[in-house]
T-cell receptor, first 117, second 113 residues
């Protein structure tokens, strides 16, 4: 079974600085999707960025980018020019499939990001 | 607004009581999911329904039952609530097996005393 590990329970960064959140995963599959979700205090789950494993190019969405290291099974999220609105819980997730082909998301433990003004 | 609607948003139960969490989506999605979120453990899958008429166990199914009432609705039942089931519960849906655009409900905070 696939597992996702986020080893940083909490991180903090100064406003306008850059922060990197770590994520590692374990899988025997060669093609898969990875995601980063943001959960602000409202509890809403917001998709931040996704990465397809067969694509070597790292995904980028405005100030958010990933460093995808397939061989190392590492998928870190970099937030540039941090803003107060970036404060949230961030979850790394892996899309897996069961034996019938139904998909499901496997989540990491989460990293709580604090932005200091 | 289109999306995933969960009811109730908050609930307090006594140990041994039963209740059903409701989830409905109006996006014609095929697959629906129930997750629980606990501090330090992320979101863990309880049950899922890949399509109408099917349900399967996830990572933490013990103490729960589900019903895929129709394509829109997927309910989660606690038959005899225990303090260990105190958590925030999320329902989610996706169009189908080849999509990745999960839509999540706003969650239900359940406390079992």
């Amino acid at each position: 079974a696939q597992t996702v590990t986020q080893s940083q329970p909490e991180m903090s960064v100064q406003e306008a600085e850059t922060v990197t959140l770590s994520c590692t995963y374990d899988t025997s599959e060669s093609d898969y999707y990875l995601f980063w979700y943001k959960q602000p205090p409202s509890r809403q789950m917001i998709l931040v960025i996704r990465q397809e494993a067969y694509k070597q190019q790292n995904a980028t969405e405005n100030r958010f980018s990933v460093n995808f290291q397939k061989a190392a099974k590492s998928f870190s999220l970099k937030i540039s020019d941090s803003q107060l609105g970036d404060a949230a819980m961030y979850f790394c997730a892996y899309r897996s499939f069961d034996f019938q082909g139904a998909q499901k998301l496997v989540f990491g433990q989460g990293t709580r990001l604090t932005i200091n003004p | 607004n289109a999306g995933v609607t969960q009811t109730p948003k908050f609930q307090v139960l006594k140990t041994g009581q039963s209740m059903t969490l409701q989830c409905a989506q109006d996006m014609n999605h095929n697959s629906m999911y129930w997750y629980r979120q606990d501090p330090g453990m992320g979101l863990r899958l309880i049950y899922y329904s890949a399509s109408e008429g099917t349900t399967d166990k996830g990572e933490v199914p013990n103490g729960y039952n589900v019903s895929r009432l129709n394509k829109r609705e997927f309910s989660l039942r606690l038959e005899s609530a225990a303090p260990s089931q105190t958590s925030v519960y999320f329902c989610a849906s996706i169009p189908g097996a080849f999509n990745y655009g999960y839509t999540f409900g706003s969650g239900t905070r359940l406390t079992v005393v």
